[in-house]
């Protein structure tokens, strides 16, 4: 079973958390509804979720990967 670590976004470096949100947002099957938004727009959005905690970082140890996550669905994750 997956062993899955909270990652603060505060806790990360400025110029690591823009990466990791860059990263995240041009990832294929990325939806942001009808209208096409910039990489910019795509990661002030995400952060803005990170701020409010709507979304968080959630690291699996084993895979060694990293996911962002709804609020909800990163808490039942860490609650198994």
Known sequence: MAEFVLVPAQRLQGDVLQALLEEYASRDGT?????????????????????TDELQILYDVDSEQWDLLPRAQAEQLLNN
């Open 31 to 51: 939806d942001y509804g009808e209208r096409e938004c910039t990489l910019e727009e795509k990661v002030a959005q995400l952060l803005r979720q990170l701020h």
